[in-house]
């Protein structure tokens, strides 16, 4: 597994805390696994969660109808890409 930079733990402890997965903690999400389809069990509800919790606290909208959220919502290490550039403040 890859070691998770500064801002990838930030967004993986996020994720874990805004879906409440009690059986994985945030060094456990591996950057470049598949976040949906994979071992974290995550769908298109938790998609909606994530996105709603990415804007409350860095100040962007993860918009349903982006042509690119396929590529975002690749892994942590994607998504994390993708708040870095976006984020505001």
Known sequence: MAEQTAAQHELA???VTCLNL???????ID????????????DSIDALEIALA???RYGFQLRSDNPDNRQIFTSLRTLSAHVEQHRVG
């Open 31 to 42: 950057p470049d696994a598949p976040l949906f389809g994979g071992e974290l069990g995550l």
């Open 22 to 28: 009690e059986t994985v903690t945030p060094e456990q």
């Open 13 to 15: 402890t996020l994720i």
């Open 54 to 56: 990415v804007s409350k």
